[in-house]
C-alpha cells in the first residue's frame, strides 16, 4: 500500500542537525503535504510578515504622533470601544519602557526575512527551526496577554493589534504544523498527519475564541 505523504518525514538537516551554520541548498520537499513545501511556508511568512510589519508600523506612526501631540486622534479611534489611543495611552502597551510595536517591527522583519530566505531556496538547520518555532510561540503567549489586558482591564479594542493578534495565531498554528510534519519536532507520522489536518480548524477555533470572548464581555454594547 502506498503510504500517505502527509506522514512522511523530511530526511534532511532539520532532523540531524547538520550543517551548523543553519543554512543550505534546499533539497526537494514535494513529499510534504502542499502549505508544509518550502515556497509556499515562505510564502506563508512573507505575506503574514508584511501584514503584521504593516499594522506594527501603522503603531509606532501614532506613537509618535500622540508623543507630539496628546490630543492626537489615531487612525483607529472610532468609538469608545474601538480605540487604538486608548491603548496606546495605556502602561500595557509600553510594558518594557518602550511602545510594544517597536517589537513587532523587528520580529515581522525577522519573519519576513526567513520568508524570502526560503522562497530563495535556503534550507535551515534543525536548531534554527526550533529557535524560531519558540520565538513565535513567545510572541503569541505576549499576544494573549495584551488581548487579555486589552479586553478585560483597558476596556478598548486596537484594531491593528488585533490584526497582529490573527497573524501571531496562523503563524503559531502552521509553523508547529510544519516543524511536526517535517520532524523538527519529533512525533510520530500519524500524530503529524492529525496535525495537518487540524491545522487550519485550530487557527479559525483560536481567532474566534477571541471573537466570542470580545462580543460576551462587550454584550451590553452589541444587545440593547
Not at 515562505?42 to 510578515?49: N, Q
Not at 502552521?174 to 507520522?189: D, E, F, K, Y
Not at 503529524?192 to 489536518?197: H, K, L, P, T
Request: proline share 4%; charged share 15%; with cysteine.
Amino acid at each position: 500500500m502506498k503510504s500517505d505523504p502527509r506522514t512522511r518525514h523530511a530526511p534532511d538537516d532539520e532532523r540531524d542537525g547538520a550543517h551548523a551554520a543553519g543554512v543550505a541548498l534546499a533539497e526537494d520537499d514535494r513529499s510534504m503535504p502542499g502549505l508544509y513545501r518550502r515556497a509556499r511556508m515562505g510564502w506563508l511568512y512573507v505575506i503574514g510578515g508584511i501584514i503584521g510589519f504593516l499594522a506594527a508600523g501603522e503603531l509606532v506612526l501614532d506613537e509618535l504622533a500622540l508623543l507630539k501631540d496628546p490630543n492626537h486622534i489615531t487612525s483607529c479611534d472610532i468609538n469608545p470601544l474601538i480605540s487604538c489611543g486608548t491603548v496606546m495611552k495605556s502602561a500595557q502597551a509600553h510594558l518594557f519602557g518602550f511602545p510594544n510595536p517597536f517589537i513587532g517591527i523587528v520580529a515581522f522583519g525577522v519573519i519576513i526575512t526567513v520568508g524570502a530566505s526560503l522562497l530563495s531556496g535556503a534550507r535551515f538547520a534543525r536548531w534554527y527551526w526550533l529557535t524560531l518555532n519558540v520565538g513565535i510561540a513567545l510572541g503569541f503567549v505576549f499576544c494573549v496577554w495584551l488581548w487579555s489586558q486589552a479586553v478585560y482591564v483597558i476596556g478598548a479594542l486596537c484594531i491593528y493589534c488585533m490584526i497582529v493578534w490573527a497573524v501571531m495565531i496562523v503563524l503559531l498554528v502552521h509553523t508547529t504544523v510544519r516543524n511536526l510534519s517535517h520532524g523538527v519536532i519529533p512525533a510520530s507520522p500519524k500524530v503529524a498527519a492529525i496535525a495537518q489536518d487540524a491545522a487550519w480548524p485550530v487557527a479559525v477555533l483560536l481567532a474566534l475564541g477571541v471573537v466570542v470572548s470580545i462580543f460576551l464581555r462587550f454584550a451590553g454594547l452589541f444587545i440593547r
